[in-house]
C-alpha cells in the first residue's frame, strides 16, 4: 500500500601500539548510567503521549517508539556517545551558566551527551537528552557558539518538538484526506507512479515547512536562555547559523600528489591507474531528474531565513564582546586524532582512512595518523575476504569530493596481493 511506504519514508537515522589512547570506548558503567536514565525517561515520557490517542494511533506509536528506543540502546552499546574530559567540563560549565541564569531550566535533569558521528551536527532526542557530534565542536569557533546550539536543542525539548512531530505525522498518514488520496491513485489505471510521487512531493515540501518552524521556533526560545547567560555574546548566536549554512562544504581534498607520496616507496610502485574512474566522469546529471530539491532536507535548513528572522525579531547588532577563544581551541588540541578514531568506532572504516590521509599528508611523521592508515587498511581488506566491502566503503558518487571518489575508486581497484603488498608497507611502528 502506498500509505505504508509514506509512512516508512518518513521514520528511517582497537588498540593502538603507541601508548596514547585518544579515547576510552570501554567505559561499561558510563553506559549502563546512560542505558538507565534513557529507560526512565521513555517510561515516563510514553505514559504522558499515550494520552487521547485513538487505539490505531496508539499501536502506531508504540511500535515506532520501541524501534527508536531499540537503536538508541544500540547506539550506547556500540560505544558512539562517550566521556571525555576536556569536553564534558566544558557542556558541565555552559549547561550550569544556562541553568543559573534562566529559572525554567534550574533543576533540570538534561543531559549533554558527546557523541562519534560523521556529521557536524546536534540533536534532541525528545527524552530530556541533548546530543552534540564531535565534528560540530571542531568546527564551531569558541564556546559561546557551542553555548547557543546547547540552548537551541534545550528549546526543541522544552517545545516537545520531537514528540508532537511524530504524533502530527501520524495523524497526517492516518487522515482521511490521505487515505482517501492513496485510494483514488491505488484505483488508476496509468501514471500511478507519478501521481504516488506527486503526493510523496507535497509531503516532503509540507515537512519542509513544519521543520522550519520547529527551528525558527528553537532559535527564539533558544536565544532567550542564551542571552540571558551571555548577554555580552549576543552575535555569536547569528554566527553559528553561517557556520551551519556552509557546514557541508568541504575544504580539503586529496590529488593524486597526495597518494603517490603517502603511497609511494622504495618497496611499493604506486600504480596512478588505480585511481581512474568513468563511473564519475561520465555522469550525467541530466539523466536523472531530481524529483525534490535535496537543499531542502537538510538538517539545518533554510539559514539565511533564520538568520534573518532572529536578527530582526531581536534587534541583534553586528558588534560583540572581544573573544578569547584560547580556551575552546586548547580543549579540542586533539579532535582530528579523536575524529578519524571515531569513524573507526563507527567502523566507517573508507571515510576513517581519508580523513586520516588529509592529516597525514600534512604531517608524515606523525606515526598516530600512519597507524590508523594501517589499521583501517587492515579492516578493509578484511570487509574484502568477507565480500562485505560496500558495508564499510561507500561506493563513488558525484556529490563526493574528487579525492574521496579516488579513493573509493583506489581501495576497489586493487587486487588482493597489491593490497597486501600495500599492508605490509604500513606495518605499525
Not at 484526506?177 to 501521481?195: H, P, R, S, V, Y
Request: include cysteine; charged fraction near 30%.
Amino acid at each position: 500500500m502506498i500509505i505504508m511506504f509514506l509512512i516508512a519514508f518518513f521514520f528511517v537515522e582497537f588498540s593502538f601500539s603507541q601508548n596514547t589512547v585518544i579515547i576510552d570506548t570501554t567505559n561499561h558503567i558510563y553506559r549502563n548510567s546512560l542505558k538507565e536514565f534513557y529507560t526512565t525517561q521513555t517510561l515516563k515520557n510514553q505514559v504522558s503521549l499515550e494520552v487521547g490517542m485513538s487505539r490505531k494511533i496508539r499501536n502506531q506509536f508504540e511500535e515506532m517508539y520501541l524501534d527508536n528506543k531499540k537503536d538508541f540502546i544500540s547506539l550506547i552499546d556500540k560505544g558512539v556517545f562517550f566521556e571525555s574530559k576536556n569536553y564534558n567540563s566544558l557542556f558541565e560549565t555552559i549547561f550550569e551558566r544556562l541553568k543559573n541564569n534562566n529559572s525554567e531550566l534550574a533543576g533540570s535533569d538534561m543531559k549533554l551527551l558527546l557523541a562519534f558521528s560523521d556529521e557536524s551536527n546536534a540533536y534532541n532526542n525528545g527524552e530530556n537528552i541533548v546530543v552534540i557530534n564531535l565534528p560540530l565542536i571542531r568546527d564551531l569557533k569558541n564556546e559561546y557558539q557551542l553555548a547557543f546550539v546547547i540552548s537551541h536543542e534545550i528549546a526543541h525539548q522544552k517545545l516537545n518538538h520531537v514528540h508532537e512531530g511524530i504524533v502530527k505525522k501520524l495523524n497526517k498518514f492516518n487522515s482521511e484526506e490521505l487515505t482517501q488520496k492513496t485510494k483514488t491513485i491505488d484505483k488508476q489505471k496509468f501514471n500511478k507512479g507519478a501521481l504516488a510521487s506527486e503526493l510523496m512531493k507535497n509531503l516532503v515540501y509540507g515537512d519542509r515547512r513544519e521543520s522550519r518552524k520547529k527551528e525558527i521556533a528553537a532559535d527564539s526560545l533558544g536565544y532567550l536562555y542564551f542571552s540571558k547567560a551571555y548577554a555580552d555574546f549576543n552575535l555569536q548566536a547569528v554566527e553559528v547559523l553561517k557556520i551551519l549554512k556552509n557546514i557541508d562544504v568541504a575544504t580539503d581534498s586529496l590529488d593524486k600528489s597526495d597518494f603517490i607520496k603517502i603511497f609511494n616507496n622504495q618497496n611499493f610502485k604506486f600504480n596512478e591507474e588505480w585511481l581512474k574512474s568513468d563511473l564519475v566522469n561520465n555522469y550525467s546529471y541530466q539523466k536523472e531528474k531530481k524529483k525534490y530539491d535535496i537543499d531542502s532536507l537538510r538538517t539545518h535548513p533554510d539559514c539565511d531565513v533564520r538568520i534573518s528572522v532572529l536578527t530582526k525579531t531581536f534587534n541583534i547588532k553586528s558588534i560583540s564582546k572581544k573573544i578569547d577563544s584560547a580556551s575552546y581551541e586548547s580543549s579540542k588540541k586533539e579532535i582530528d586524532k579523536e575524529y578519524i578514531f571515531g569513524l573507526f568506532v563507527l567502523e566507517e572504516y573508507g571515510k576513517s582512512l581519508y580523513n586520516c590521509m588529509l592529516k597525514y599528508k600534512e604531517n608524515l611523521a606523525d606515526t598516530y595518523y600512519r597507524n590508523m592508515i594501517y589499521e583501517n587498511l587492515l579492516k578493509l581488506r578484511e570487509s574484502r575476504m568477507n565480500y562485505t566491502l560496500n558495508k564499510y566503503l561507500e561506493t563513488e558518487n558525484p556529490n563526493f569530493s574528487e579525492g574521496y571518489n579516488q579513493l573509493l575508486n583506489f581501495i576497489r581497484n586493487l587486487r588482493r596481493n597489491e593490497l597486501n603488498e600495500l599492508i605490509l608497507n604500513y606495518i605499525k611502528l
